[in-house]
């Protein structure tokens, strides 16, 4: 099994940027894809973006072009930058290995004015 813990959450305005991280508790981790999902209020958790562990990626259309997803395999932890933010984008992230069933607790994105 492994952990991950989320962080770099917070309130942003719409147009901001922040970049989360996810840390994983062993180096497993290099071994296999990551994703970051989301999960708003009343809404099913949603793949936002994905990275192989050779650094193949791909993103949900509602992120192309915004968000970035990457990896640093050495300190067993992955990025998620996101830019140009949306208030749609508001929900609670998580990192995790789909393939183990390993997810974080979750960081929490609020996008608003």
Same mark, same amino acid.
């Given at each position: 099994q492994v952990q991950f813990v989320e962080s770099g959450g917070g309130l942003v305005q719409p147009g901001g940027s =922040? /970049? =989360?991280s996810c840390a994983a508790s /062993? !180096? %497993?981790f /290099? =071994? $296999?894809a990551v994703?970051? $999902?989301r999960q708003a209020p009343g809404k099913q958790r949603e793949l936002v973006a994905a990275i192989t562990r050779g650094g193949i990626t791909n993103y949900h259309d509602s992120v192309k072009g915004r968000f970035t %997803? !990457?990896?640093d395999n050495a300190k067993n932890t992955a990025y998620l930058q996101m830019n140009s933010l949306k208030p749609e984008d508001t929900a609670v992230y998580y990192c995790g290995i789909e393939m183990l069933g390993s997810w974080g607790q979750g960081?929490?994105?609020t996008v608003s004015s």
């Open positions: =922040l /970049r =989360l /062993r !180096s %497993i /290099r =071994l $296999y994703g970051w $999902y %997803i !990457s990896r960081t929490q994105v």
